[in-house]
C-alpha cells in the first residue's frame, strides 16, 4: 500500500514521547515499529503481523506487554543508513534515491487496508527534513517538556544512556557552538549545565527544521498538559493527523494510566541546580510559555505531581 501522510513524533529524548507514542499507538488505524522491526528489519510483514494483532483484545492481553511502539533503531540501521546515530540534524540533502526508495517500500508493505497509517517516534536530532523528503506529506509531532525536567533525567540515567557523561567530545551531536562553550566552561564543565545544553541544542534544531516544512504540517505538543489532559489532548492530535474518530480509541485512552512527572525534577535537583538551569534555558523556556522566574522547588498552582492514575 502507500504511505499516505505518515505521522512522525520527534522530540529532545527524556520528554515524554514514550508515553504519548504508546497512547496514540492505540488509534486503530496506526502501523508502528514494534520489537519485530528491531529483530527482523527486512521482515516487514512480520512487523505487520504482531501490529495488527494487538487489535485482538484476547492477543493484547496475552501479548500487549511484549509487543508495544518503540523508536527501534535497528530497523533504521538497515534501511537507512546513518539515521539512527548523526552527527548533526538530517537534512533534505542528505537523502539519496536509493534510501529514499527503501524506507518507502519497506513502509509500504507493513501497511494494512485497516493499519493503513505509519506512527514513528523519534528522539534526538529531529530528521524532519531528512524524512519530509522522503514522505512529502508527513505530519510532524513535536513533544515538548520544560527543559530542566529533561536535564533532571538525563541527570538521573547511566553513561550508556546518556552520552553527555562523556564529555561534548564524545557525544553524537556535534561540537558545541561558541555560546553553549562558553556557558558550559562558565559552569565549571557541569554536567547539569550539559543536559540543559542538550535540550537547547534539540529544541533550536526543531524549530530550525521546523521552518523547512508547511506549517499545517507541524504540531507541538507540551508534555505537561497531555498529563493532564491525555484525552483531550489526543483529540487534537486525531483531529491534526487526519485520524479517524474512534470511540474504541477514547475508551483506551481514558482507560491508560498516566505516570505524571511533571514536578519531579524539583524534588531530584538542589536549589541551586534548579536556579542555574533557569538561568541557562531562560529564553528558551520562555519561548515554550514556561514560568522561568520561579522560586526553586516551588511549583506553581496547577504543576503538583500526581500519582500515576487512570482517566475513567
Known amino acids: 500500500m502507500k504511505v499516505i501522510k505518515p505521522i512522525f513524533i520527534v522530540g529532545t529524548g527524556r520528554c515524554g514521547s514514550t508515553a504519548f507514542h ?15 522491526a528491531e529483530e527482523f528489519p527486512r521482515r516487514p510483514a512480520w512487523n505487520r503481523w504482531a501490529v495488527t494483532a494487538m487489535g485482538n483484545p484476547l492477543l493484547r492481553r496475552i501479548l500487549g506487554s511484549r509487543i508495544k511502539p518503540g523508536e527501534n533503531y535497528g530497523f533504521w540501521y538497515t534501511h537507512a543508513y546513518g539515521f ?18 527503501q524506507v518507502r517500500g519497506v513502509f509500504e508493505q507493513m501497511l494494512s487496508p485497516r493499519r493503513s497509517r505509519v506512527l514513528v517516534k523519534l528522539t534526538g536530532w529531529s530528521r524532519i527534513g531528512f524524512l519530509s523528503e522522503i514522505f ?47 556557558a558550559w566552561e562558565a559552569s565549571g564543565r557541569s554536567f547539569v549545565a550539559l543536559a540543559g545544553i542538550q535540550w537547547k541544542i534539540h529544541t533550536r534544531a526543531i524549530e530550525a527544521a521546523r521552518q523547512l516544512i508547511d506549517p499545517n504540517r507541524f504540531l507541538e505538543v507540551r508534555y505537561e498538559p497531555f ?3 491525555p ?8 483531529d491534526f493527523a487526519e485520524l479517524e474518530q474512534s470511540a474504541a480509541f477514547e475508551r483506551r485512552v481514558k482507560a491508560a494510566t498516566i505516570e505524571d512527572r511533571v514536578s519531579r525534577w524539583r524534588t531530584d535537583l538542589s536549589a541551586e541546580q534548579q536556579a542555574s538551569l533557569t538561568r ?28 500515576a492514575r487512570r482517566l475513567g
Open 227 to 229: 498529563c493532564e489532559d
Open 22 to 36: 504508546r497512547i496514540l499507538g492505540m488509534h486503530p488505524q496506526l502501523m508502528w515499529l514494534s520489537g519485530f
Open 231 to 238: 484525552l483531550g489532548t489526543c483529540r487534537n492530535v486525531v
Open 84 to 101: 539512527a546515530e548523526p552527527g548533526r540534524d538530517l537534512l533534505p540533502g542528505d537523502v539519496t534515491p536509493r534510501v529514499k526508495k
Open 136 to 182: 512529502e506529506d508527513a505530519k510532524f509531532i513535536h513533544i515538548v517538556r520544560d527543559g530542566r525536567a529533561v536535564a533532571s533525567s538525563l541527570l538521573h540515567i547511566n553513561s550508556w544512556q546518556w552520552r553527555g557523561w562523556y564529555g561534548p567530545h564524545s557525544w553524537r551531536y556535534g561540537p558545541l557552538s561558541a555560546e553553549d562553550h562558553a
Open 280 to 307: 541557562l534555558l531562560r529564553d528558551d523556556l520562555q519561548r515554550y510559555g514556561y514560568d522561568a522566574s520561579l522560586e526553586p522547588g516551588r511549583p506553581p498552582a496547577g504543576e503538583v505531581a500526581q500519582p
